[in-house]
């Protein structure tokens, strides 16, 4: 009877998609050569909000877990970056991957805490332990405390011989990062897990009851984001090579414009938060100057946004066209003669 | 008859409200039960207990001759309950066939392409093949219920939990219904089905139960339950639409 049904992932859509996808890819890799060093600074900025989107997008989007506290792993990132480049002579590369990992490992604990609360509770509960990290790195005089610390000259050539040889590098690690955090949330949504985060986002009663193991896989879901968010951190600070504890802890640079993307971009897809970044930059690059209201027009839009169309601009898209570009879902084909159904 | 579930003396309130009064229920492997009362009578509660959506004041569930009180509703359906909800909880934004996939894939831990083959065959069995790639927030609600039966069975259960599927069908729908429950019984799973629509459950239950105010007021041969002054009395109101 098997071999009467076929699961199909791909669409034509999906694969036309992809197929542009990699040329895009394969365009910006070789940025260094076509684009000018402003160019690759914003693109480096552009390559990690996609990131840090797709990872609130993951967390919030699937696990359901409504964190406004994502800015601590990007300052952990950041910091312990720092630390093991200047204290422990990690080479920064490597010292780059550790602060993943640690972040990783940090948010362990911090899940322990912060799954005891629940919606609103935890939403304010991840924020609150953001904070005290802040205070934390603050207080610890070695790194700079309040002021926080530059990374110092000897490690920075360390990185590569040039400033336009290092801002290149550091240009592929970003586009790398942002690649990879595509890649996780991508495979992950592929395999099994996604099967169960999809049914959490969607009901968590249900998933329970259909043998959903949800605090597991919400808790693997945390760690796993947070240490790409850590990762992604300390690429931030890697490219700015100066950390505070302000600056590396900032609710709104880290987690508040994130969460605008996800938003306006669509939530609960790969899609989303790629499309929140390009529109975000390019009101970025026609508003920045007007001050004040350009806050006001990233507010309004979020607003409206949540109004008009809770699943943000790709779902609107998806939805009416019944469109996904890239393909996690899982379709059945029914070949051969259709037998009665309820024989 | 091996026993395949045991509800002993349990109890449950909500405040001071009572809705689970001292209950206390076997069930034989294989076997079919009704069960039947008034609204609010504590019934849906009752399946809470025993898929583990609940944890019982008082009292203890075993299932297969295992203490499962304490275990929660993930490891109950791996071990074998499958349950319905009376108000659908479908994955809405997930398709048809993926919400069953879940069931397969985390219920009974079936191997990829067993699962993906075990879904579509319920898929099949259920009637619901035609909606296989829509999205499940798109149904109606009778077909919402009917995916909450597909799910349920995707999981692969030893007992299969029903709560009020088949209100709001028309009578050939429900004589459909009652054939495909009649089909899952002979192949060997045990169930509990909670219905108002008694002339239904009567096609398909070995035994009935009547809870009324949490506790159980009478239990035993469907037709003679069904006969006795008490239950009549108190399951006038709702004779009228089965
Ligand atoms: N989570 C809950 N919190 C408070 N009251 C509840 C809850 N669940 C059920 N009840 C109450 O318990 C009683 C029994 O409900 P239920 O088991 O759904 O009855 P039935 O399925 O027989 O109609 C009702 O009065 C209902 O309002
Ligand atoms: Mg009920």
Not at chain 1, 145 to 172: F, K, N, Q, T
Not at chain 2, 21 to 43: H, M, Q, R, W
Not at chain 2, 59 to 67: F, I, K, L
Not at chain 2, 188 to 214: K, T
């Amino acid at each position: 009877m098997s071999e009467r049904y076929q699961v199909h992932r791909s669409t034509r859509a999906s694969r036309v998609a992809m197929s542009l996808f990699a040329l895009v890819v394969l365009a910006l890799a070789a940025a260094p050569w076509w684009a000018g060093r402003g160019d690759l600074r914003m693109l480096v900025e552009i390559f990690t909000y996609v990131g840090l989107a797709q990872m609130w997008g993951l967390l919030a989007g699937y696990g359901g877990l409504v964190s406004i506290g994502q800015q601590a792993f990007v300052g952990l990132g950041g910091y312990m970056l720092f630390a093991l480049a200047t204290f422990a002579g990690v080479p920064p590369l490597a010292a780059l991957l550790l602060a993943g990992l640690i972040a990783a490992l940090i948010a362990i604990p911090t899940a322990l805490v912060a799954f005891r609360l629940q919606g609103a509770y935890f939403a304010i509960g991840t924020w609150v332990i953001a904070e005290v990290f802040r205070l934390g790195f603050a207080q610890a005089s070695a790194l700079g405390g309040g002021s926080g610390m530059s990374l110092p000259a000897g490690i920075v050539r360390d990185i590569a011989a040039s400033a336009p040889a290092r801002e290149a590098l550091i240009y592929w690690l970003a586009l790398g990062l942002a690649l990879a955090a595509i890649g996780m949330v991508y495979l992950l949504l592929r395999s099994r897990w996604g099967l169960a985060m999809t049914a959490i986002r969607d009901s968590e009663p249900a998933s329970e009851s259909l043998g959903v193991e949800t605090w597991r896989t919400k808790f693997v879901v945390y760690v796993a984001t947070a240490g790409m968010t850590g990762l992604i951190g300390a690429l931030i600070f890697l490219q700015k090579l100066r950390i505070s504890p302000d600056a590396a802890f900032s609710v709104s640079d880290w987690t508040a414009l994130v969460i605008f993307i996800v938003v306006i971009g669509g939530i609960g897809s790969i899609e989303g938060p790629i499309i929140g970044t390009i529109v975000f930059f390019a009101l970025r690059e026609l508003a920045a100057d007007w001050g004040a209201w350009y806050m006001i027009l990233l507010g309004g839009i979020a607003v409206a946004t949540m109004l008009v169309a809770p699943r943000g601009i790709w779902g609107v898209i998806s939805e009416r066209w019944d469109l996904q570009l890239f393909p996690v879902r899982r379709r059945l084909v029914v070949t051969g003669a259709k037998a009665d159904a309820r024989a | 008859m091996q026993e395949i579930l045991k509800l002993d003396r349990v109890s449950k309130a909500y405040g001071s409200l009572t809705v689970t009064d001292d209950l206390s229920l076997s069930l034989g492997a294989g076997e079919a039960l009704g069960v039947i009362g008034p609204n609010g009578a504590g019934k849906s509660t009752m399946f809470n207990i025993i898929a583990g959506g609940v944890r019982p004041d008082k009292g203890q569930v075993y299932y297969r001759g295992t203490d499962v009180t304490g275990a929660k509703a993930a490891r109950r359906c791996r071990m074998g309950i499958g349950r319905s909800y009376q108000i659908p909880h479908p994955f809405a934004g997930m398709t048809v066939y993926e919400n069953l996939l879940v069931g397969a894939a985390f219920g009974d831990d079936m191997p990829r392409g067993e699962g993906f083959a075990h879904a579509a065959h319920v898929l099949e069995q259920t009637g619901l093949i035609d909606k296989a790639n829509v999205r499940a927030g798109t149904l109606t609600l009778l077909e919402r219920k009917r995916l909450e039966m597909a799910r349920a069975l995707a999981t692969r259960p030893k007992l299969l939990l029903l709560d009020e599927i088949a209100g709001g069908l028309t009578e050939h729908e429900c004589n459909d219904l009652v054939a495909t429950i009649k089909a899952i019984h002979a192949s060997g799973v045990s169930i509990i089905w909670i219905e108002h629509i008694v002339h239904a459950l009567l096609e398909v239950v070995d035994r009935l139960i009547v809870i009324n105010f949490g506790a159980k007021i009478a239990e035993g041969d469907p037709h003679e339950v069904m006969n006795s002054a008490e239950v009549r009395q108190i399951y006038m109101g709702l004779e009228a639409d089965g």
